[in-house]
């Protein structure tokens, strides 16, 4: 039988790993072109003060398999925080053996010990395995009339400059 999976915050010295295990979620969304940031960055959004967001990493005998990034959000229409899981992965060696879970798990107890109402996350359409995976916990899908959209970084200093 093997180890059982320890989920702990992470901590500076898993920032390897933890960048290690971003681009394969990046590989795996076929999203690449859009890590544009740097392991220092994320370092410091998740170690400097103040802190933006926070990770929590699954071990197993001290090998990190996967990691869960998030940050609170609020709902102004019922007044209540939420959690806002920016990254959910684990190493596909590791899948099926409860990390994912187990991180989510985690993530509960945080959320519900800090008065949380909910966490929330995007996944892509096309992913069946994970879509699965989040309705056997319990999710449910909660918007299938909302668009997410963005300020790129040119939009933003172009508004914000006041060009049109």
């Given at each position: 039988m093997s180890a059982s999976v320890r989920v702990r915050p992470a901590v500076r010295a898993d920032m390897p790993r933890i960048w290690q295990l971003l681009r394969g979620l990046a590989e795996?969304?076929?999203?690449e072109e859009y890590v544009t940031g740097t392991p220092e960055r994320l370092e410091a959004l998740l170690f400097d003060e103040p802190a933006r967001c926070?990770?929590?990493?699954?071990?197993?005998?001290?090998?990190?398999?996967?990691?869960?990034?998030?940050?609170?959000?609020?709902?102004?229409?019922?007044?209540?925080?939420?959690?806002?899981?920016?990254?959910?992965?684990?190493d596909p060696a590791?899948?099926?053996?409860?990390?994912?879970?187990?991180?989510?798990?985690?993530?509960?107890?945080?959320?519900?010990?800090?008065?949380?109402?909910?966490?929330?996350w995007h996944v892509l359409d096309w992913n069946a395995p994970s879509i699965a995976f989040y309705e056997r916990l319990g999710a449910v899908r909660w918007a299938t009339d909302v668009y997410t959209y963005a300020l790129t970084e040119d939009a933003l200093r172009a508004l914000a400059a006041g060009n049109d």
């Open positions: 795996y969304e076929r999203w926070e990770a929590l990493v699954a071990e197993r005998e001290g090998a990190i398999l996967g990691y869960a990034l998030f940050y609170p959000t609020i709902s102004s229409f019922r007044t209540r925080t939420r959690l806002w899981l920016e990254d959910l992965f684990v590791e899948r099926g053996g409860g990390i994912g879970r187990a991180l989510l798990a985690a993530l509960a107890r945080l959320a519900v010990e800090r008065g949380h109402a909910q966490i929330q």
